[in-house]
C-alpha cells in the first residue's frame, strides 16, 4: 500500500461548480498535511495546511479524518485559475520527511 | 527578491555523462532538499541537507551525489550510474529539516532528458 494515495483524476468541473477531493494516508502516527498546488510543468506551490479542526482560505476548505485517515480538500465556485494538479502531502514522523501523493488533476472548463 | 533558483531549466544528457545540476536559494534556509518527479508519481526525495557540510540521502539515492559546502547551494551530479535519468528535478528548502509544521519551497526545477 501506498504511504499516500490520491485519486489521479482528472475531475473535469464547469466554472462555478464545487469539487472536492480526498486523499488517504497510511501512516496513523503522522502528524501534519498539507495541500500543494502544481501547475503544468511548474513547481508544486503550498496551497494551505491542514489542521485538526480543518481550515478554510477563501473558496477552499481542507478537513482532516484522522480515524480515517483521509484528507480531504474542497473548492467552492470554481474558477478557471484552478485548473492545475492538487498534491497531497504528509509528514511522516518516521525518518522526519514529507510524503507526496502522485497529485490529483482537476480541470475547470467554460 | 528572496527564493530558490535552479538551473539549467532544460538539460540534455549523453547516455554515460555526468551532469550537474545547479540550487542556489537566498532565503537564509538550513535545510535542502531533492526530489526527482516522473509522471503520475509522487515527489521522490533524493538527498537532503540539514547544515553545511552535512547530507544525507533520502529514498532514491542510487546514482546522484550531492554537496553542501554553502549554505546557500546544493547541486545534485547525475552520474551515469543512474540508470533511468530522465525525469523532473525540483530543489527545495526548509527553514529546519523537515519540521512537521515547516513548509518547504520549491525551486522552479530542471527538466533532464537523456538522449
Known amino acids: 500500500r501506498k504511504e499516500v494515495e490520491q485519486d489521479p483524476g482528472p475531475f473535469n468541473v464547469p466554472e462555478g461548480a464545487t469539487v472536492a477531493f480526498n486523499c488517504t494516508y497510511s501512516?496513523?502516527?503522522?502528524?501534519?498535511f498539507f495541500w500543494y498546488r502544481q501547475d503544468c510543468r511548474k513547481e508544486p506551490k503550498l496551497l494551505m495546511s491542514?489542521?485538526?479542526s480543518g481550515n478554510e482560505d477563501g473558496r477552499f476548505t481542507a478537513q482532516l479524518n484522522r480515524a480515517s485517515q483521509y484528507i480531504s480538500l474542497l473548492i467552492r465556485d470554481s474558477k478557471l485559475s484552478d485548473s492545475a494538479t492538487y498534491l497531497c502531502?504528509?509528514?511522516?514522523?518516521?525518518?522526519?520527511?514529507?510524503?507526496f501523493g502522485a497529485g490529483t488533476i482537476l480541470r475547470v472548463k467554460s | 527578491d528572496g527564493g530558490i533558483t535552479q538551473s539549467p531549466k532544460y538539460l540534455f544528457r549523453k547516455e554515460g555523462q555526468n551532469v550537474t545540476l545547479s540550487c542556489e536559494q537566498n532565503?537564509?534556509?538550513?535545510?535542502m532538499y531533492w526530489y526527482r518527479q516522473d509522471p503520475g508519481q509522487g515527489l521522490r526525495l533524493i538527498y537532503y541537507?540539514?547544515?553545511?557540510?552535512?547530507?544525507q540521502k533520502g529514498d532514491i539515492a542510487e546514482g546522484y551525489s550531492v554537496s553542501r559546502e554553502k549554505k546557500e547551494s546544493f547541486p545534485l551530479t547525475v552520474t551515469s550510474a543512474q540508470k533511468n535519468p530522465t525525469a523532473f528535478y525540483l530543489c527545495?528548502?526548509?527553514?529546519?529539516?523537515?519540521?512537521?509544521?515547516?513548509?518547504?519551497?520549491f525551486g522552479p526545477g530542471t527538466r533532464l532528458t537523456v538522449l
Open positions: 527545495a528548502s526548509s527553514i529546519v529539516l523537515a519540521d512537521s509544521t515547516d513548509t518547504q519551497y
Open positions: 501512516n496513523s502516527a503522522s502528524q501534519s
Open positions: 491542514v489542521y485538526s
Open positions: 502531502v504528509v509528514h511522516m514522523e518516521y525518518g522526519n520527511k514529507l510524503v
Open positions: 532565503l537564509n534556509h538550513d535545510a
Open positions: 541537507s540539514q547544515i553545511v557540510n552535512d547530507f
